[in-house]
């Protein structure tokens, strides 16, 4: 028997006593932080709907297209169609009579319905605070504009890594935070400038939000105790509980509002999210002021072996091993699959809804939310599980692990097809798509945790390597939207290609891990650092 589990009899009640014990409240703040840095990821593939005036090509031609074989098949599985045909036909009818005279916002155009001309922007105009008007921009432009995230986030991830094991996890949230937070409150200001200049400030907050998830990823090492680490890695999910509050909630800010409030409310909320961060996190047990020592005692002794408390520094890093490692490799493809479909939701999901099947901005944020609530409901379960499977040893971790990416890649990829075929089925429609990402919430004990399982001394590094890579796929999802779809009006035709790609890429991603990956320890983990090697000389 482990030394730690023969202590844990004894610890276990005195923790008990402790009205929340300190990993918990570290678990909760890494929950924020993650629902916060997807609130700022989030803000402009929503508010890119009414902040960006809409072309007459851009109209909801592909809602009502004539039913597919396919379609006819699967009918029977939605007890709502007849219904929906109906409500269906009657908004057509009063999308004929009723437009709002600024954003011209209908819920359901026909295919040959001319969209009335916007009221834009003057191009020359004083600089506003709330206009409301949205900016005459093309197409192309918010496909940048949402990918703009994407192209800060990749370096931001590896940035991430390296600032964690410099300067520590929680000074490199805190600050990277702070500037993601003053940037998009003046987000609306440096809008009216030029594209250029808000696409930049999309650059700099994608590299700021790049930097929690590594940093993230090192506490999660430093605090769980082997048998809680699924658990504590399921807080990771809070992205997800952030995606379900901040669809709704911007949505409804800049419906209600204005578009540029959008921007401002939740910044606003996230400087003083900050404030609570920078007070009761901690990088390790050993610095925590408020820790009890039996928990501190019970966290050491569960990690013994297998975490140094010693903080890392970058000439420890065993870089070519990492880089040659054919588990991580493998790991970098599962991870990228999982990461092409996050963004194919967070970056097109929105778009799809309001343009395609024809949502008005409000419903279409709170429908883009609960696949999210899906993720992270699920996410808990399968954590649940997987901690579990592990603590009980019913199969070892590489099994735990392979096993887990057929929930987390493959039935989401099936789900993703069959959301292209049921077209005007908004029944089935958002099922599916609260199916696909649902089950992705397995991704808690898939490639989300399995950095932790190949070297839980590096981590975070680990993961900023690996969401570099998988943050690429965000470079690629929204200007792809754009070309397939976008610009010939967001057909449902067209939008069955990009369910196909998405589909595709999850899937082939999961097939390399399943052939390389690894639930181990590897070797080097356990790589002697200069202080180790002058410990045995002495």
Not at 148 to 165: C, E, I, Q
């Amino acid at each position: 028997m482990h030394r730690y589990e023969e202590e844990r009899v004894p610890l276990i009640p005195v923790i008990k006593q402790r009205w929340i014990p300190t990993r918990v409240l570290v678990c909760l703040m890494m929950f924020t932080a993650c629902w916060t840095n997807y609130m700022c990821r989030l803000q402009m593939p929503i508010l890119a709907v009414p902040m960006i005036k809409a072309l007459p090509s851009n109209a909801t031609t592909g809602v009502c297209q004539p039913e597919s074989r396919f379609r006819r098949a699967i009918a029977w599985l939605d007890p709502g169609v007849h219904l929906e045909d109906y409500i269906l036909s009657e908004r057509i009818a009063a999308a004929e009579e009723a437009t709002d005279p600024i954003t011209h916002n209908i819920r359901i155009r026909r295919q040959d319905d001319a969209v009335p001309e916007q009221v834009s922007r003057p191009l020359d105009g004083p600089i506003e605070l709330f206009n409301g008007l949205p900016f005459d921009w093309r197409p192309q432009v918010r496909g940048q504009l949402i990918a703009a995230y994407s192209y800060g986030n990749v370096p931001g991830n590896f940035l991430g890594g390296v600032m964690a094991v410099r300067w520590g996890p929680k000074r490199a949230i805190l600050w990277t935070s702070i500037v993601a937070a003053l940037v998009s409150l003046i987000s609306p200001i440096l809008a009216q400038f030029h594209w250029t200049v808000l696409l930049l400030s999309r650059i700099i907050i994608g590299l700021t939000g790049g930097v929690t998830f590594p940093a993230c990823h090192t506490l999660v090492a430093q605090w769980a105790p082997p048998d809680e680490k699924a658990r504590f890695v399921w807080t990771l999910l809070g992205g997800s509980f952030g995606t379900v509050f901040t669809y709704p909630m911007v949505a409804g800010i800049a419906q209600s509002m204005t578009w540029e409030s959008g921007w401002y409310i939740p910044s606003l909320l996230m400087l003083i999210w900050i404030c609570f961060w920078a007070v009761i996190t901690y990088d390790r047990p050993t610095e925590h002021p408020g820790i009890s020592d039996e928990e501190k005692e019970y966290i050491l002794s569960a990690q013994a072996g297998t975490v140094k408390q010693d903080k890392p520094t970058l000439k420890d890093m065993p870089i070519k091993e990492i880089l040659t490692s054919i588990p991580f490799i493998s790991l970098i493809f599962c991870h990228f699959g999982n990461m092409f479909l996050m963004f194919f939701y967070q970056n097109s999901m929105m778009l799809y809804l309001t343009k395609a099947l024809g949502f008005e901005l409000t419903k279409g944020g709170l429908a883009a939310s609960l696949p999210w609530a899906g993720r992270m409901f699920f996410g808990f379960i399968f954590s649940w599980a997987g901690d579990t499977i592990k603590r009980k040893e019913i199969v070892s971790v590489t099994v735990l692990r392979k096993g887990a990416t057929v929930f987390s890649h493959l039935l989401p990829g099936i789900f993703l097809i069959l959301v292209g075929y049921v077209g005007c089925r908004l029944v089935l429609a958002n099922l599916f798509l609260i199916l696909a990402l649902g089950f992705n919430g397995a991704a808690s004990i898939s490639n989300l945790s399995n950095n932790q399982d190949l070297s839980p001394n590096f981590a975070g590094f680990l993961y900023g390597i690996m969401n570099t890579i998988g943050s690429s796929s965000g470079m690629i999802v929204s200007p792809l939207v754009e070309e397939i779809a976008g610009k010939y009006g967001n057909p449902i035709d067209r939008w069955q290609t990009l369910f196909w790609i998405g589909s595709g890429v999850c899937i082939v991603c999961m097939i390399v891990f399943q052939f390389g990956g690894s639930g181990n320890i590897q070797s080097w983990n356990e790589v002697r650092t200069e202080r180790d090697a002058e410990a045995a000389r002495n």
